[in-house]
Each structure stands twice: as C-alpha cells, then as structure tokens.
C-alpha cells in the first residue's frame, strides 16, 4: 500500500487491505481442507484395496470437510460476479433497470435470509444433542458453518445493496 495516502483513503486502504488479508486467508482454509479431502480420500482407497481394512471414519471427515468446503467458500471466496446465474434478461437493460432489478435481488435474497436466521441458528443450536455416528462429533459444531453462511449472505446484501443505493452505482453494477 503507498505510504503516502491522502488522509481520506486511509481508511479505504486500510479496509482494503484487511479485505485482502481476510480473503487469502479463507482462500487457505479452503485449499487446506481440499488437500485434507484428497489425502483422506487416497488414504481411504490404500487401506481398503491394500491393507484390506475399512476406514470408516474417512467417509464420515470427507463430509464433514465438503460441507465446511462449500459453506466456506459460499460465505468468503464467490463473488457476486461469479455466482451462476441466469441473466438473459437483466444483460440488454439499461443501466438504471439494472440497479432497480439488483436492489430487488438483494432486498428479496438477503431479506429471506435475514428472516430465515434466527430459526436456523435456533435449529444448529439445538443440534448439539445430536453427534455423527462414526466419530461422535457433535452436529451444531459441523453446521455452524451454514450459519456464518447465511449472516455472511445478509451481510454481503447489506453491503451491496449500501453501495447501490451510494452516488457511484454504476461501479457496482
């Protein structure tokens, strides 16, 4: 960062680079748990075809690692421009009917997640009664991570949302 920044954007640098740091941190995480997926995976195969022996704990940690794969990512590494999406209609609009349709997706999305939260996270709590069969790990722990999705979702609406509703929309489209 340029150590010479005029006072206004040190702020913006700051939360900049806090942004940077945070994101290749998650995009370790979710490297680290694929390696963890791909050694438990092969390790799975040399016990079961060589050493004749079934590691049943294996299947139970891969699931458990592509749920927090997939929440994680979900919640810290996909942008909103790469998400899948079907968008024949929103590409030929104009750039105002633009801005209107993604003030309703995110008023629509991160409002259904927003009423969603308190009973999902009612719920993942409530799992700590419940454990995995192999390895009896208890099941609010290995679904926390969908609620960090969904206060990430709402928090990503939020913001997004801010920043259409700002004076340099257009940057946001």
Request: charged share 20%.
């Amino acid at each position: 960062m340029n150590a010479q920044a005029a006072p206004d954007q040190g702020g913006q640098q700051a939360a900049g680079s806090f942004s940077m740091r945070f994101r290749r941190f998650a995009d370790l995480v979710a490297g680290l748990m694929f390696a963890l997926v791909f050694i438990i995976f092969n390790y799975k195969i040399i016990t079961r075809y060589l050493g004749h022996d079934e590691a049943v704990w294996a299947d139970e940690v891969s699931v458990v690692l592509f749920i927090w794969i997939i929440f994680w990512a979900s919640s810290f590494l996909v942008r909103d421009k790469e998400q899948i999406t079907f968008d024949l209609c929103y590409r030929p609009l104009p750039p105002p009917m633009k801005r209107a349709f993604a003030i309703v997706r995110l008023v629509l999305v991160g409002g259904i997640f927003l009423w969603a939260l308190p009973g999902s996270l009612d719920y993942i709590l409530f799992l700590w009664r419940e454990r995995t069969p192999v390895l009896g790990w208890r099941l609010d722990v290995i679904f926390s991570c969908f609620g960090m999705f969904m206060i990430a979702i709402v928090a990503r609406s939020a913001w997004s949302l801010w920043k259409l509703l700002g004076p340099k929309w257009r940057d946001y489209l």
